[in-house]
């Protein structure tokens, strides 16, 4: 095979390096339809497609993660007529599902339009961006396959391919589009996402394509599977998929109504229709857009431990599952202490360097306590799932759905918007307590504590040394922007500083020495 396989550290490094320039990618993407569209075409392009994620859960069935598992698992056993089997049932159940849901989305536009398009003129949008489906169905696939072989370098680079073609496309197009209206300038913005999804897929293709030439004399890659054979893959894609899907579709109904239920609930509280807009864009523009911007880090960890805890698992090397465990814990929090304190102690300062919008600070430091736990709960449902406990990942997202949902609800109509983020975080809290407990009472559960107290010994150097260099940098009046980037630039050292003295980033014991929690 021309595929080199990865090790979980590395594989990890560079999904994180991709992240951050991914991320960096699209802060410049933002910025360019802002400056282009204004704030009316980014509102139409929000509302262009309501269904869209809902479309594209129908069409991946939850099969990515189902790939990634059973690959990892078939690569185990050295089965590789197993792999290409897992790959062409996937790309014939995907490909069917995505034209068939394409063509049903473009034929019903009008119809779908007039229910679900707040704005008309979001129409042409919601059509440009419709033929997205099939290509982000098929990307999906690939990336499942190439992450059960562990290799992560094409879905790193897909990533930053999709971005910067979906940049030059929106320059160019959009400028030409503007002059004729927004509506098909905001089209043309979702033009450039199609684009970019496609050629992020033809370099995916062609990495398939390559590692594979030397396979080609031998036997096509994808042969149909033996009747018998081919329906035993599909149930057990489906065994791990379906769950992935009704978590799916559960999830996109809840953001679907989110908006609603948070803006009836201020309303019910006292505030007018145009402030509960208002308050609803700092909390979900503003604060959560920070909280989530460092989890590229545990989202990287968390794609390239499913297929390493998968492989680990099916070889029953419990030492190595709970050595990756291990691993994904102690990063998890590492990276979770300083990010919290950074988001907590600096969120007024943040929120106005950032966005001109020191009232969206209060409800940032309101939530960054709370949203520690998120930095472990999805290496926690990586594990899950690659220990093949894909419902068990669904039902948790279920009853914290409805939970927080609930919550939202009763306490934004009782105390306001502080109570909306409240309630955000205490459904974090939740479904990490949730996912903790499945992992414990599946493998048990390892945790050295020492690790904890380096990291807090970590947080109370950085604390000390970020507010001591924040209050001499405002003296030197050099303004808040250099203060605040100086302050957290001398805390960020000083905790890595602190972490090296204490030994924190040497690895755990390869045989766990404390006590599980089962």
């Not at 994620?53 to 990515?64: H, S």
């Not at 709970?322 to 929120?351: N, Q």
């Not at 909306?420 to 990490?432: K, P, R, S, Y």
């Amino acid at each position: 095979m021309g595929l080199k396989k990865q090790s979980f550290i590395r594989g990890t490094f560079v999904l994180t390096v991709s992240s951050f320039f991914t991320k960096g990618l699209g802060f410049v993407n933002g910025i360019l339809l802002a400056r282009f569209l204004g704030a009316e075409g980014v509102g139409l392009l929000m509302i262009a497609h309501p269904l869209l994620p809902l479309f594209i859960t129908m069409t991946e069935l939850g099969l990515p993660v189902a790939i990634s598992k059973l690959v990892s698992e078939a690569e185990a056993k050295g089965d590789e007529a197993r792999i290409k089997r897992i790959l062409a049932v996937s790309l014939s159940v995907t490909g069917t599902l995505s034209v068939v849901l394409t063509l049903a989305a473009l034929f019903g536009s009008k119809w779908i339009a007039s229910i679900v398009l707040a704005d008309q003129r979001a129409y042409y949008a919601m059509v440009a961006i419709t033929p997205i489906i099939p290509i982000i169905a098929m990307s999906a696939v690939l990336k499942g396959y190439f992450r059960g072989r562990q290799n992560m370098n094409p879905l790193a680079l897909s990533d930053i391919i999709e971005n910067l073609a979906q940049i030059v496309v929106i320059i160019g197009v959009v400028n030409i589009l503007i002059p004729y209206g927004i509506a098909y300038a905001a089209a043309g913005a979702m033009a450039a996402s199609v684009v970019g999804e496609g050629v992020g897929l033809l370099y995916l293709f062609s990495v398939f394509k390559w590692a594979h030439r030397g396979k080609a004399k031998e036997k096509p890659v994808l042969i149909p599977a033996k009747a018998p054979k081919g329906d035993r893959t599909l149930r057990d894609l489906l065994r791990i998929g379906l769950p992935m899907t009704g978590s799916g579709f559960i999830h996109s109904l809840y953001h679907a109504f989110l908006p609603l239920v948070i803006t009836k609930s201020l309303v019910l509280f006292g505030v007018g229709v145009e402030m509960a807009t208002k308050q609803f864009g700092l909390l979900a523009g503003y604060a959560i857009p920070l909280l989530f911007l460092p989890g590229f880090f545990t989202q990287s960890l968390s794609t390239a431990l499913i297929p390493a805890i998968s492989e680990a698992s099916v070889d029953n090397n419990s030492q190595l599952v709970h050595s990756r465990m291990d691993m994904a814990m102690r990063t998890a929090l590492l990276v979770g202490v300083p990010c919290t304190l950074i988001l907590y102690l600096w969120a007024e300062p943040l929120t106005t360097v950032i966005y001109h919008a020191p009232e969206a600070g209060v409800l940032l430091q309101l939530l960054a306590p709370l949203f520690f736990l998120h930095y472990f709960e999805k290496p926690l449902q990586a594990i899950l799932l690659g220990l093949g406990k894909a419902s068990t990942v669904m039902w948790n997202h279920v009853m914290t759905n409805i939970f927080e949902m609930s919550l939202i609800f009763v306490l934004g109509s009782n105390i306001g918007i502080k109570g909306v983020a409240v309630a955000f975080g205490l459904g974090t809290l939740l479904l990490t307590v949730l996912n903790f407990f499945a992992v414990a009472q599946t493998i048990g559960f390892y945790f050295d504590f020492r690790v904890l107290l380096k990291a807090g010994a970590g947080g109370i150097v950085m604390t000390v040394t970020s507010l001591a260099a924040h209050r001499f940098l405002e003296r030197m009046e050099l303004g808040q922007t250099i203060a605040l980037i100086g302050a957290l630039l001398v805390s960020i050292l000083a905790y890595l500083g602190t972490l090296q003295l204490t030994r924190a980033l040497r690895s755990g014991p390869k045989t766990p020495t404390i006590t599980p929690v089962s």
